[in-house]
């Protein structure tokens, strides 16, 4: 009769607990839907939009090969993108891992336990076998979480990627410009110092004032103060340059004098939506939402039981002294129930918490696509009139190259002296200056639009985890 009852209880009790699991279910992901217009405002009104940039390879648009090998050798060396691939690679890892909690485990014991007046020992071996059943909506939880933390760290993968190419393009473009600015530094020394040999001949025939001497004095002092902050600049960049590559030193090939690599004029074809696919901050939004959601629905799951399968075979065998005496074998089988009673507040708080926490991701993530949006909004305008400052500047040089021929040919006519043809050709080799200074923030301002666009986030192979449904 105790028996038949016995079963009755656990039948009921059974059944109450698979009703209970038939009745919750795993709260849904949020749906991540944010308004976006169609097209940029910012961006320069006379260009139609051209063919879509290639986001992998966006640097090959300035046509160096020496900045390919650059950024080929970034990529691979990196030591900020290879610890973030060792962080996406254990995030994964684990991803696997918390699939396995709901399989079913076997695992084994053994061990010696004397009696207490150790005149007698017993060895035992227990055989254990689970199963973990993934009840009311927490396996597919605990999938969202760890797939949220793989996420996570593809996206912080991404980032680093997009990081490390925008520096080390813009550090190569500076260093270029830096080089072109020492020769352009060079010549204007050259030339200062030729005006004040002419100076010190007209002061000592009393032609000019011995005031014109210290103005072309201290006028050289400035150029070569100019001449060494350029020729710093130059290994400051080299110097950032070899960090990205994980290097204490540059490599020599930096150094050999290259021309400043001009980037194809070309319109970008990105619409913002597309930013929602190729922005690191946005895919690393939206995973923290997939992750809340998880840890969620855990919450949720905590309310009810933890229930598991278990099974199992016990077998001991008593010994005296070097004699075997017994040995007998159990086995066992039956359900393990975990069911929460007297803190049952305090897991109905832990809900709330967490449903607050993934309202605040869904903001957060809203917040991140307006960010993205307006950065690259912001990034097309300083493009455009980065763009406008260096077709202004050759147009400039180009006009001060004729006035500087005009110069030449009165020079050779005997109708002006060398100093008016010196102070012309400084006139021109400060515009050359200018309009270098104005094609390398041309150059930056691409850089700085292709990584507010993503560029360089997408791999050649997708990454992306997708959550379960």
């Not at 691939?85 to 053994?110: C, D, N, V, W, Y």
């Not at 074809?269 to 946005?282: G, K, Q």
């Not at 069911?339 to 918490?353: N, Q, S």
């Amino acid at each position: 009769m105790v028996e038949w009852r016995t079963a009755v209880h656990g039948f009921l009790a059974s059944a109450l607990v698979l009703l209970l699991a038939g009745c919750a279910s795993t709260p849904p992901v949020p749906q991540l839907n944010v308004t976006l217009p169609n097209t940029w405002r910012l961006g320069s009104p006379a260009e139609r939009l051209g063919p879509a940039p290639d986001l992998r390879n966006w640097w090959r648009v300035f046509h160096d090969a020496n900045l390919d090998r650059l950024v080929k050798q970034v990529l691979a060396q990196n030591l900020t993108i290879r610890a973030a691939a060792e962080r996406l690679a254990a995030a994964r890892s684990l991803e696997t891992t918390a699939r396995g909690r709901f399989r079913p485990g076997l695992g084994i014991q053994s061990g010696a336990t004397p009696t207490p007046g150790a005149t007698r020992s017993y060895y035992q071996i227990n055989f254990d076998a689970s199963w973990q059943l993934g009840l009311f909506g927490r396996s597919r939880s605990a999938a969202r979480v760890a797939a949220g933390n793989a996420q996570l760290a593809s996206a912080d993968l991404s980032a680093a990627r997009v990081a490390v190419v925008a520096e080390s393009v813009r550090d190569y473009l500076h260093l270029r410009a830096a080089q072109q600015q020492v020769h352009i530094q060079q010549h204007l020394v050259d030339l200062q110092r030729h005006q004040l040999a002419l100076q010190k001949v007209l002061v000592a025939e009393h032609l000019r004032s011995p005031n014109r001497l210290a103005q072309a004095q201290a006028a050289l002092g400035t150029q070569i103060a100019a001449r060494a902050e350029a020729h710093a600049a130059v290994q400051i960049a080299a110097q950032k340059i070899a960090l990205l590559l994980g290097y204490f030193a540059p490599p020599q090939w930096l150094y050999q004098p290259a021309p400043s690599p001009q980037p194809t004029r070309l319109a970008i074809a990105v619409l913002p939506a597309n930013l929602l696919r190729t922005r690191p901050d946005v895919q690393w939004a939206e995973a923290k939402v997939l992750k809340a959601a998880g840890e969620a629905g855990i919450a949720q799951a905590d309310l009810y039981p933890h229930l598991a399968l278990g099974a199992g075979l016990s077998w001991s065998v008593s010994q005296v002294g070097g004699h075997l005496l017994t040995s007998s074998a159990i086995p066992f089988f039956g359900p393990l129930i975990n069911l929460p009673l007297f803190d049952w507040g305090e897991r109905h708080a832990a809900l709330r918490a967490r449903n607050h926490l993934l309202q605040a991701a869904l903001l957060e993530y809203r917040q991140t696509v307006y960010t993205a949006v307006a950065e690259t909004e912001m990034a097309l305008a300083r493009l455009h009139a980065a763009q406008v400052r260096a077709a202004r500047s050759t147009l400039q040089v180009q006009a001060l190259h004729r006035v500087a021929h005009a110069a030449e040919v009165r020079s050779q006519l005997g109708l002006n002296s060398g100093l008016a043809l010196d102070q012309a050709r400084t006139v021109l080799l400060k515009a050359e200056l200018a309009a270098n200074q104005a094609r390398a923030a041309e150059g930056v301002s691409l850089v700085a639009l292709y990584k507010a666009l993503g560029g360089a986030a997408l791999p050649s192979v997708p990454t992306r985890i997708k959550p379960k449904p």
